[in-house]
């Protein structure tokens, strides 16, 4: 109880500190992340798969798993965008599986609760509108520096809100079930988990309610995130810039909501489930290696 009292005591004292700096009107920061997820490709029917072909998909889903991003921030909205990088030669790149579902901007703003994303699924358009849904954080008392920043420990449990590859589970193995086996193509459960983990570490230096990607709402710029497969690393932080810059909202698309678009993507995932899953046991295309 000694040490959470201490540490309150901290935050408070850093949080109170900070705010005088960031009390201009036209605040703006911009922090930068790198975004790294892990794939159990056994889990996406890859059982049978040599250990060869295994690390030529890895390899060109590279840039799918392992991304960059910036957050550009006021005290009430942010935008988060992929940044764009060239590919090296002969790479699968965004041409390949990870390009037919590339994300673009995501508008948080923490006052209206408002989410837009631009989003392309497979050569689709889609404008997601949604509302900014709360987070439940519980705040504990473990401190550790990020860079020059003090941070603060925070968890919560969550329910995914899209489609999340990396817990996608392939089809199964031969010789099961057959009954069992459509039982769980055919279940939701399948492609992503009811609930998931999260750590947060956030820093009252910079007392915004923003964070990177879906996360927002603790007292201070969410500077790491520990979610189920995902870590998203806060590398840099630039406060008010010379060149500010405007944050608008996405327009382009198909206008649906969050659940729509997963169920969306959740159908097209299962068809190609299906559809390579009992491929595997040959390596691929053509049977090849």
Do not use: H
């Amino acid at each position: 109880m000694k040490k959470l009292q201490i540490t309150i005591a901290l935050l408070f004292t850093v949080f109170f500190t900070s705010s005088q700096l960031f009390a201009q009107d036209d605040f703006q920061g911009k922090a930068y992340y790198m975004s790294k997820t892990t794939m159990d490709l056994d889990q996406f029917g890859g059982q049978d798969m040599s250990a060869e072909r295994k690390k030529q998909i890895q390899e060109r889903m590279k840039s799918f798993l392992e991304k960059e991003f910036t957050l550009t921030f006021s005290k009430s909205e942010s935008i988060y965008k992929e940044e764009e990088k060239l590919e090296a030669p002969g790479a699968g790149g965004r041409r390949g599986f990870g390009g037919s579902m590339a994300g673009g901007p995501k508008y948080k703003n923490v006052q209206t609760k408002e989410m837009l994303q631009d989003q392309e699924f497979f050569g689709k358009q889609f404008l997601v509108k949604d509302e900014l849904k709360p987070i439940e954080w519980q705040m504990g008392t473990e401190t550790k520096k990020i860079g020059q920043y003090m941070a603060f420990k925070a968890t919560a449990t969550i329910e995914p809100s899209g489609f999340d590859i990396s817990s996608f589970r392939g089809r199964r193995g031969r010789g099961q079930n057959n009954d069992t086996e459509k039982d769980s193509t055919n279940s939701n459960e399948s492609a992503t988990p009811k609930t998931i983990e999260v750590v947060a570490w956030y820093t009252p230096q910079i007392p915004v309610n923003q964070g990177p990607d879906d996360y927002w709402g603790l007292p201070g710029l969410i500077l790491e995130v520990n979610a189920d497969r995902t870590t998203i690393l806060c590398t840099r932080i630039v406060l008010n810039p010379s060149d500010k810059e405007i944050i608008e909202k996405p327009k382009k698309g198909e206008e649906v909501t969050q659940k729509e678009y997963t169920e969306i993507t959740t159908k097209k995932m299962e068809e190609m489930r299906e559809m390579y899953g009992g491929r595997g046991g040959r390596g691929g295309r053509g049977g090849r290696n």
